[in-house]
C-alpha cells in the first residue's frame, strides 16, 4: 500500500521561505513521478510543481516558476519543495502526490493516484 506523508509546513511572513519535505512507502519511488499541490480555503485544488522518476524533468505551475522548486532523492524514497519570496496568496494546504503509472510526467490532477494527508502553509502579509 502507497503511503505519503508530508511534513514542513507552517506559518510564514511574506517573503519568506519554507521547504515541504513528502517520505513515500510502499512501492518502487524511482520509477514513478511526483508532484504538489495546494488547495486555498474555499477553492479547488491546484497543481503547483511535478517531477519525472529520475529527477530530470520538471514542471511547474506559471504562479510558482521562479520561487518554488521541485527535487527529489530517491535514496530517501523523498521529494521536496522548496518554496522562497512566499507571498499571501501562497496560503493553502499543500499535499504530496504520487503517478498511477510509470516513466512519464505529468501534471493532471486526475493522473494521480495517491495522496497525502496534507500540510499547511500559512503566509502573513
Known amino acids: 500500500q502507497v503511503q505519503l506523508v508530508e511534513s514542513g509546513g507552517g506559518l510564514v511572513q511574506a517573503g519568506g521561505s519554507l521547504r515541504l519535505s513528502c517520505a513515500a512507502s510502499?512501492?518502487?519511488?524511482?520509477?514513478?513521478?511526483m508532484g504538489w499541490f495546494r488547495q486555498p480555503p474555499g477553492k479547488e485544488r491546484d497543481f503547483v510543481a511535478a517531477?519525472?522518476?529520475?529527477?530530470?524533468?520538471?514542471y511547474y505551475a506559471d504562479s510558482v516558476k521562479g520561487r518554488f522548486t521541485i527535487s527529489r532523492d530517491n535514496g530517501k524514497n523523498t521529494v521536496y519543495l522548496q518554496m522562497n519570496s512566499l507571498k499571501s496568496e501562497d496560503t493553502a494546504v499543500y499535499y504530496c502526490?504520487?503517478?498511477?503509472?510509470?516513466?512519464?510526467?505529468?501534471?493532471?490532477?486526475?493522473?494521480?493516484?495517491?495522496w497525502g494527508q496534507g500540510t499547511q502553509v500559512t503566509v502573513s502579509s
Open positions: 517531477i519525472n522518476w529520475s529527477g530530470d524533468s520538471t
Open positions: 510502499g512501492r518502487t519511488f524511482s520509477w514513478y513521478t
Open positions: 502526490a504520487a503517478d498511477r503509472v510509470p516513466y512519464r510526467l505529468v501534471r493532471t490532477i486526475y493522473e494521480y493516484a495517491y
